[in-house]
């Protein structure tokens, strides 16, 4: 299983980027998937997830209102839809998702670069 998130870049404060999270290896339709960012010198935090049937999403405080996860099944891909980036959105935007559905999650991608700059 392979997790590959891509969109990353340089943006400037109050711009807008989408991420992408293609999945290979195994179709994630029923699972739970969701985005996690690390900035430099901190720890991992979530940032968003949506449920197995898309119906349902959870965001971080911090994001609320700016970001937005969806899922396309068909492609096996989830992304995150950002607006109104800020400078302290800079990290590297990781996907992740479960071995299995309800469980924690286990799989994880290598993460793509977001720097926003003022």
């Known amino acids: 299983v392979q997790l590959q998130a891509s969109g990353g870049g340089l943006v400037q404060a109050g711009g807008s980027m989408r991420l992408s999270c293609a999945a290979s290896?195994?179709?994630?339709?029923?699972?739970?998937m969701g985005w996690f960012r690390q900035a430099p010198g901190k720890e991992r935090e979530f940032v968003a997830d949506?449920?197995?049937?898309?119906?349902?999403?959870y965001y971080a405080d911090s994001v609320k209102g700016r970001f937005t996860i969806s899922r396309d099944d068909a492609k096996n891909t989830v992304y995150l839809q950002m607006n109104s980036l800020k400078p302290e959105d800079t990290a590297v935007y990781s996907c992740?998702?479960?071995?299995?559905?309800?469980?924690?999650?286990?799989?994880w991608g290598q993460g793509t670069l977001v720097t926003v700059s003022s």
């Open positions: 992740a998702a479960p071995r299995v559905p309800g469980s924690g999650y286990f799989y």
């Open positions: 290896g195994r179709k994630f339709s029923s699972y739970s």
């Open positions: 949506i449920d197995g049937s898309g119906g349902n999403t």
